[in-house]
């Protein structure tokens, strides 16, 4: 395929992250702009945002139809890189997303049913009214490439730093912890040919250990040892977590099939396994856990893209996510189809893209570790979002 054939072909690629998954396994959000290694210019830098609108509720709640409202909350995805190119064999980009979160609303119905499964197992009741939690990743990530045959072999390697900030409010109180930064890192490799917009790249990203500290404050008067004496409303109490942010594994493949046509791929593994439970303690109550029992997520997508002019492309795909629930919540299978667009405008290119994703049914048991009984079927969630990218 000759170069004139395909220019402008290797922009389509990027738009595939754009129209990639709306609604992720697990607490998946964001990923590291690290594609800009890849492409032309001294200095390049882009910036947008993603924001996904997930209607997540539950059908029945305790064996009775349910009345609440979706439990999940809309959220925005932020990303920011900017590649410097020190040489024509090395390159680094500094990174900033939101690798992870997650947030919802609990009705009262469903604090109902939490409150009636405590009272049975002999437990203070003590409902979930709302839980979340929120990532930033600060991150650098370098590139050295060689000739290699007709193409060019790329080692990559970065290392980055994430926060985490945890908070529950329940019956009983209010729960916030949080770990100002724990260091990760990211390696890989990949081969790409752009004469015929062939890249392969394989990319992982390690495990983040959480070691958070807090506060908890009481919403009621807590008793004390001392008869007829209780601790007043809103004592700070404090508090420690720990668990674990998963580690990943994505292979990537891209590939000129026709003048003007690109096809794509991913193949991710998410160690979502390693998430079994979020463990914290509150000094003078005791300890606690968050239940999630999850599995490893796989999330698989394909995609073709079309140069339409020198300053227009456009892309689709299709991805599928397997769900990481094994009962004690309810994270099913996502199917999603986007969409994208790249279109050159002022001294850079603006990059739109949407996705409509198809949340499958599922359900959560107390026996296999939920806060109550509870079935979902098939719902939908929608992102739409965009970016722009200048170079020199």
């Not at 607490?27 to 924001?51: C, H, K, P, Q, W």
């Not at 004592?235 to 891209?254: D, I, K």
């Not at 968050?290 to 227009?312: E, M, S, Y």
């Amino acid at each position: 395929m000759s170069q004139v054939a395909t220019k402008g072909i290797l922009a389509l690629a990027i738009v595939a992250g754009l129209a990639g998954t709306a609604f992720a396994g697990g607490f998946s959000r964001g990923d590291a702009d690290t594609d800009l290694i890849y492409e032309d210019g001294a200095f390049n830098m882009r910036t947008g945002v993603l924001y996904v609108v997930p209607h997540r509720g539950f059908d029945t709640i305790g064996g009775a139809a349910a009345t609440d409202s979706d439990y999940t909350n809309n959220y925005g995805i932020p990303s920011f890189g900017a590649k410097l190119r020190v040489s024509d064999r090395f390159s680094c980009v500094g990174s900033y997303t939101q690798p992870f979160g997650a947030s919802s609303d609990y009705g009262p119905q469903s604090q109902m049913a939490d409150i009636m499964v405590d009272i049975a197992s002999g437990r203070t009741p003590n409902a979930v009214k709302s839980a979340g939690f929120e990532t930033n990743e600060y991150g650098a990530t370098c590139g050295v490439n060689m000739e290699a045959g007709s193409g060019k072999a790329w080692l990559l390697g970065g290392v980055f730093v994430q926060d985490f900030d945890y908070t529950e409010v329940k019956t009983l109180g209010t729960l916030n912890l949080r770990d100002k930064g724990a260091a990760g890192y990211r390696i890989g490799a990949a081969y790409e040919i752009p004469e015929y917009a062939l890249r392969a790249e394989l990319m992982y990203r390690s495990q983040i250990d959480i070691d958070a500290e807090g506060t908890f404050r009481n919403a009621v008067p807590l008793p004390t040892p001392i008869p007829g004496v209780f601790v007043p409303v809103g004592t700070p109490f404090a508090s420690t977590g720990s668990g674990a942010l998963p580690q990943s594994v994505e292979l990537s493949l891209q590939s000129g099939i026709a003048p003007g046509w690109l096809a794509y791929g991913s193949v991710k593994w998410t160690d979502w396994s390693v998430l079994q439970t979020l463990d914290y303690t509150i000094t003078g109550i005791g300890p606690n856990t968050k239940d999630f029992f999850w599995r490893d997520g796989w999330t698989v997508q394909g995609g073709i893209g079309h140069a339409f002019t020198d300053d227009i492309s456009g892309t689709v795909s299709l991805t599928w996510d397997r769900g990481v629930g094994t009962g004690a919540d309810i994270m099913t299978d996502t199917w999603t189809v986007g969409a994208g667009t790249q279109i050159k405008a002022g001294p850079g290119a603006l990059r739109l893209g949407g996705a409509v994703s198809y949340l499958t049914s599922g359900s959560q048991s107390v026996s296999d570790g939920a806060s109550f009984d509870a079935t979902a079927g098939g719902d939908w969630a929608y992102a739409f979002g965009g970016s722009y990218t200048i170079k020199f």
